[in-house]
């Protein structure tokens, strides 16, 4: 399992910090839907036809009993106490407010989470079987 040393948590609180300036500035007008829509896909925020997504990642398909516990508790405050595990291995939550999602980076951050490239044109988790092909 991957354990963020403190240059991991640094860039995590700057990409929190650089990704809540750009979601104010969208949300004030200051960024057309054009400009935010590769700021918000690089932090795994889709934005659908009835409600936003966010995916977050869950590297190597492994969770700590923290990081398990602090994802159940942005379900609840966030979301409508529920998320979706994709096949990807990742995790949704299908109903989080916009103006929210810094605040949840933010506390995925701290149990070293997040919701980079999960989304969008980049090479996200993959699946494969250890035995296929043999």
């Known amino acids: 399992m991957y354990v963020y040393d403190e240059h991991d948590r640094q860039m995590a609180a700057e990409r929190v910090a650089q990704f809540r300036d750009q979601t104010?500035?969208?949300l004030a007008g200051e960024l057309s839907e054009d400009?935010?829509?590769p700021l918000r896909l690089q932090n795994g925020l889709y934005v659908q036809r009835l409600a936003p997504m966010l995916r977050i990642a869950v590297?190597?398909?492994m969770l700590r009993s923290t990081?398990?516990?602090r994802l159940a508790r942005i379900t609840r405050d966030y979301d409508k106490g529920y998320a979706h595990f994709t096949t990807r291995q990742n995790v949704q939550l299908n109903w989080p407010e916009i103006e929210d999602v810094p605040d949840i980076l933010a506390e995925l951050a701290e149990v070293e989470m997040?919701?980079?490239q999960t989304s969008g044109n980049c090479i996200r988790n993959t699946t494969t079987d250890a035995l296929a092909g043999r």
Do not use: T
Request: glycine share 6%.
């Open 59 to 61: 590297p190597y398909g």
């Open 67 to 69: 990081q398990l516990r």
């Open 24 to 26: 104010e500035r969208a």
């Open 114 to 116: 997040h919701a980079n």
């Open 35 to 37: 400009e935010f829509l």
